[in-house]
């Protein structure tokens, strides 16, 4: 089993900056790509960030120049560096991974998301 466990979530005012951090554990064998999701009330789920081993991040428009992803193989850990945070950042973020496990293919695992509040 593989589970995903998300952490650094909270309340900040715009302008500043937290880190989101996703473990990854359980029988893995390979961990393919790592992201980051977010969602807005009354809006879709969208792509934040993802990272393909230890290549660059792709980012969505929205945060680039602002969020930084990154990646720690060896805690098959993710990181999600926000700064100048917006209001407009406000959502659930959530962490997913394509994992290929000991016992079975290669599947999508999502963590169980961290609230991000940018407010004054």
């Known amino acids: 089993q593989v589970q995903l466990v998300e952490s650094g979530g909270g309340l900040v005012q715009p302008g500043g900056s937290l880190r989101l951090s996703c473990a990854a554990s359980?029988?893995?064998?390979?961990?393919?790509?790592m992201a980051w999701y977010r969602q807005a009330p009354g809006k879709q789920r969208e792509l934040v960030a993802q990272?393909?081993?230890?290549?660059?991040?792709n980012y969505a428009d929205s945060v680039k120049g602002r969020f930084t992803i990154s990646r720690d193989n060896a805690k098959n850990t993710v990181y999600l560096q926000m700064d100048s945070l917006k209001p407009e950042d406000t959502a659930v973020y959530y962490c997913?991974?394509?994992?290929?496990?000991?016992?079975?293919?290669?599947?999508?695992?999502w963590g169980q998301g961290t609230q991000v509040t940018v407010s004054s």
């Open positions: 997913n991974a394509l994992i290929r496990s000991f016992n079975r293919g290669a599947s999508d695992y």
């Open positions: 359980g029988s893995i064998s390979t961990i393919y790509v």
């Open positions: 990272i393909v081993s230890n290549s660059n991040g």
